[in-house]
């Protein structure tokens, strides 16, 4: 059974700092993962998507890489800012998607 | 990006009652839709995996007489709370998967859930 986990559960930085959000998963027999945003009481907007062949993906101020040998998946957000502050899940997918708890981050002005 | 839509966007209801969320994809057709479930300050757990014309298939502990879904066509798939409790208020999430290629790498796209309330 597919576990995803995320680490740490909470951070709050000082806006514009570099941060890591982590995201583990013990079967390594994936098709992609998905970084998510969610922002209290709402949906999930989808950030990036990594295809089991790829090692990273970027989207303006976001990266996310993967290490399938070693089930880890890391999302750089450079240059935070307070918008960024949300919830952020990451998801892999096989026949269906597991989700992680999540990372709830705050960035203070 | 593809769209999905969700309705309604919240919903209160009395205990006892039964209560259908509506899930559509806009612009594509989907051929298999999911339902999630949300719990406060928890991760999204899935329910169902629905493919259109066909019965739905159920994760270990759903259970499908209380939680109805029908998927009749490829741009709607729906979710029916049936003799809706207490317990049974959370946050329901559906996302509809983009088929193409060899439908492997298919992205899913959510919808912007449903937030059920049950008195």
New interface residues.
Partial sequence: KQEVTQIPAALSVPEGENLVLNCSFTDSAIYNLQWFRQDPGKGLTSLLLIQSSQREQTSGRLNASLDKSSGRSTLYIAASQPGDSATYLCAVRLSKSTFGDGTTLTVKP | ?AVVS?HPSRVICKSGTSVKIECRSLDFQATTM?WYRQFPK???M?MA?SNEGSKATYEQGVEKDKFLINHASLTLSTLTVTSAHPEDSS?Y?C?ASVPGGSG??N???????T?LTVL
């Fill in positions: 990006g969700q999911f928890k991760s999204l899935l995996t946050f999430i996302s492997k790498y992205e899913q796209f959510f919808g912007p859930g937030r």
